[in-house]
């Protein structure tokens, strides 16, 4: 199976007030049976205070969504996403969605070459 990622869109914690609902309908609309989410671990591999954020996140979303949650090592995803973007020879690639949107792509991707 060669399965290929590619962006969905982007919810955005800051402008959406409830953004557990805004996934739990995506999941509910693709038929969707696992959530990848990527884990910001520090260069060295070990847990920041953000990372415990995205692991209570990662538990909330669990609850919410009755589903398995996989995190996943999010470390240069970003530094991907802007190389990618550079290829495909967008210019602004100082645009957060845009980016924010091919990182997640490179997540599940790193994850689906996994398994």
């Keep these: 199976m060669k399965i290929v990622a590619s962006p969905h869109s982007v919810i955005d ?3 959406t007030a409830d953004y ?5 309908t995506l999941v509910q609309q693709h038929g969707v049976e ?3 989410v990527g884990l910001p671990l520090n260069m060295k591999g070990v847990d920041s205070p953000q990372t415990l954020k995205v692991r209570d996140f990662i538990t909330q979303l669990e609850n919410q ?3 398995d949650v996989i995190p996943v090592d999010e470390r ?11 290829q495909k020879g967008v210019k ?15 997540i599940l ?5 996994s398994n």
Aim: proline share 0%; net charge positive; hydrophobic share 45%.
């Design 34 to 36: 696992k959530v990848v």
């Design 76 to 86: 240069l995803s970003t530094k991907a996403a802007r190389g990618i973007l550079l």
């Design 13 to 15: 914690r800051k402008k």
């Design 65 to 67: 969504l009755g589903i």
């Design 92 to 106: 602004s690639i100082h645009q957060k969605e845009s980016i924010d949107q091919i990182a997640a792509a490179v």
């Design 20 to 24: 557990f609902k805004e996934i739990h």
């Design 109 to 113: 991707q790193e994850y689906l070459d």
